[in-house]
């Protein structure tokens, strides 16, 4: 039997997987008809399997959607009383933090070179790069912010997805000694993959943004993969099937899991907001302002939340959020009693470090979506296989980054290329192994789930090499 052949279309940009086999759930995916041709039979026999997950009530796939582990990247699972490990991943708690600069105009970063200053004075102050350190960062309190996150470092809950999930008091962060190892030390860094910092210019107004783009960095990959193998062990899985263990929210392994991801979580926010300081310096430096955090939100993530039911109804549940991005609508449950009451939250969405990033804000569609959006522009090429075709035209890339000519704001100021702190263009990152990120864009705007607030584009970028 072939899933792909069992999807029905429900609109244009609406898909679903009808309930077949194992399935406990029905799968809705938000798709234009270009993006659906680019999905195969293994994509959707894992959103299947993922929907088979005990106590899975919702299974939903973004735009950006692409094969992943055990459940899709672009993937959004709903249970309930179980939590799917596969559902944070690796990286757990991997997310963006977007800051305005006031006073700062496309006419201001046009210079090359002043581009090149900045991303030297970044450089100098975050590190850059798998199993990278911090420079220059040292925290006297990891455990205070293994357990209280954002809040442990005095940032406002207005400003971020959450502050911090709770972690029980009695809770023993050296039980995972390779994970508490990498606490201290890599705390304020960006790590390496698609994780990036990078100067952006808003298409309409000129207005000039930093996003960074990072998560729980060894902590977190420590705490994950120790309880893939132990979920694996529980479920009677064989360890190469690790990633499709699953929990029972009550059980003891469950709670422990929980509390290493709830940690995890918290060790990412903190790690964002350290890395805002060392930004902050470099624009002094540099610029001579200060930047004006906008807001922070992961995108690899379980979360406890209010599910709203299509009767109207609400009830709790755990939503896993693989390579896909919260979007409370204005009236949610969980947003009642902060800023975004009224509008819903902002989404923030990274795309390539060719085509530039958006913000988004969530409409009513939302709730048909599972309240997600995409949390990018989704991968075209996995990276082996980027290598293997692009190398080739490596010269032609790094040209395309070099000379690539925008036009910003309300007086057209021009600005060329893009500066990075890489000798050459990562292959396996440059802006064709991702999809067109307007397309996937236009499917939530065309569903209602969300609409565009904001298209920015990058001018410089910080990446860490492998």
């Given amino acids: 039997m072939s899933f792909r052949d069992c999807v029905e279309t429900v609109t244009p940009n ?116 798998v199993g990278q350190g911090a420079r220059n960062v040292r925290s006297s309190k990891v455990e205070e912010i293994l357990r209280y996150g954002g809040k442990a470092i005095g940032v406002s809950a207005d400003l971020c997805e959450r502050q911090y999930i709770p972690v029980p008091e009695d809770h023993d962060f050296g039980a995972i000694p390779k994970a508490l190892s990498k606490a201290g030390p890599q705390l304020g860094s960006i790590g390496g993959g698609n994780h990036f910092c990078e100067l952006q210019v808003d298409a309409a107004d000129g207005s000039v943004w930093v996003m960074i ?20 062990r529980v479920r009677g899985l064989p360890s190469n099937r690790r990633e499709e263990s699953w929990l029972r929210a009550d059980e003891p392994l469950g709670k422990l899991y929980w509390a290493w991801h709830n940690a995890a979580a918290n060790y990412a926010v903190a790690n964002r907001w350290t890395i805002v300081d060392a930004v902050q310096e470099a624009l002094q430096e540099v610029f001579k302002v200060r930047a004006k955090p906008y807001y922070e939100i992961s995108h690899n993530l379980v979360q406890e939340e209010t599910l709203v039911l299509p009767d109207g ?66 991968r075209l090429l996995a990276r082996g296989e980027a290598k293997r075709q692009l190398t080739c035209l490596h010269d032609e890339i790094d040209a395309e980054m070099r000379d690539v000519e925008r036009y910003f704001g309300p007086d057209k100021v021009k600005i060329t290329g893009i500066v990075s702190n890489c000798a050459r263009t990562p292959i396996d990152e440059c802006g064709h192994v991702y999809k067109d990120l307007d397309d996937v864009l236009a499917v939530l705007e065309t569903e209602g789930i969300a609409k565009i607030h904001r298209r920015l584009f990058p001018v410089a970028n910080l990446k860490g090499m492998e």
């Avoid at 077949?20 to 959707?44: N, P, R, Y």
């Avoid at 009530?57 to 990247?73: A, K, S």
């Avoid at 729980?216 to 694996?232: D, I, L, T, V």
């Fill in 14 to 129: 609406h898909y679903v997987l009808p309930r077949v086999g194992g399935m406990l759930t029905e799968v809705h995916a938000f798709l234009s008809a270009s993006l659906f041709e680019q999905t195969d039979e293994k994509l959707w026999k894992q959103a299947a399997e993922s929907a088979m997950t005990p106590g899975a009530i919702g299974m939903y796939i973004m735009p950006d959607t692409h094969l992943g582990y055990h459940l899709p990247v672009g993937g959004v699972l709903v249970t309930e009383d179980v939590i799917l490990q596969a559902g944070s991943g690796y990286d757990i708690s991997c997310g963006v933090i977007y800051m305005q600069v006031p006073g700062l105009t496309a006419e201001d970063v046009a210079s090359w070179d002043k581009r090149k200053w900045w991303i030297d004075a970044v450089e100098r102050r975050v590190a850059m790069g």
């Fill in 313 to 378: 109804t609400t009830k709790r549940g755990f939503v896993h959020r693989k390579g896909a991005t919260r979007a409370f609508p204005a009236g949610h449950p969980d947003l009642v009693g902060t800023k975004w009451a009224d509008t819903g939250h902002p989404c923030l969405i990274p795309g390539s470090m060719l085509a530039g990033a958006a913000i988004l804000f969530p409409l009513d569609g939302a709730y048909k979506s599972g309240c997600s959006v995409n949390h990018g522009s989704g």
């Fill in 213 to 232: 783009h990072c998560g729980s960095r060894g902590f977190g990959w420590q705490s994950a993969n120790h309880f893939f193998y132990e979920g694996a």
